[in-house]
């Protein structure tokens, strides 16, 4: 193991409170399996000794990425291989292929190839709190009533001639339309209108 460790074992949550439920036993249990199935660390012995394990994988990582930086550069940088659709095109493809690994079960997913349950789950969500959602729009409302309009409406003003500019960096004006008061909708509206809606990444297929 890492460190030099022989052996890992991770305690329940409650066992200084109580003897550990079947619930806190078995997240401790998918711990260790995570670590052990889907890690890697137990594929070498003693990773770090030496640490020729680390460097061989950080050489291997430094060599690919130079890879699609150089084949960015050659598409002309960046913003022309986001015109092209080549990040998003190359996110698809590394999600698929992931996909296909896990479901082939190449790839150790612990609870979705390997050790799974059959009985249904059941994830508690977080509901937002009914006051807190009326509290924050209590307090939006009031910030709208009190702010200097005068002022308010100069800033947003301003932020439009400035993103009507190609040449103009309009993050001054966001910051100044901020400390005038203006939200986040109002500030995003005004650039809709200049810049003529929202952005849509272009087709990759």
């Known amino acids: 193991m890492l460190g030099g460790a022989q052996s890992l074992h991770v305690n329940a949550y409650d066992e200084a409170l109580a003897l550990p439920t079947e619930k806190s036993v078995k997240l401790a249990l998918r711990v260790q399996q995570v670590i052990a199935y889907e890690s890697g660390v137990v594929d070498s012995i003693d990773p770090l000794g030496g640490s020729y394990y680390i460097e061989w994988l950080t050489d291997t990582i430094e060599e690919e990425v130079m890879k699609i930086i150089d084949y960015i550069d050659r598409l002309g940088g960046m913003t022309k291989a986001v015109e092209i659709g080549y990040p998003q095109r190359a996110i698809a493809e590394s999600a698929y292929q992931y996909q296909r690994m ?29 006051v807190s959602r009326e509290r924050s729009i209590r307090r939006v409302r009031e910030v709208r009533e009190n702010r200097d309009r005068e002022a308010w409406e100069r800033a947003l003003n301003e932020l439009r001639r400035a993103a009507d500019r190609e040449d103009e960096n309009v993050f001054p004006y966001i910051l100044n339309a901020v400390r005038a008061k203006a939200t986040v909708g109002e500030i995003s509206s005004v650039l809709r209108d200049i810049w003529g809606g929202e952005y849509k990444p272009p087709s990759i297929y």
């Open 102 to 130: 896990v479901e082939e079960g190449k790839i150790a997913v612990i609870g979705v190839n390997m050790f799974r349950e059959e009985e249904e789950l059941h994830i508690e969500l977080h509901k937002v709190d009914p």
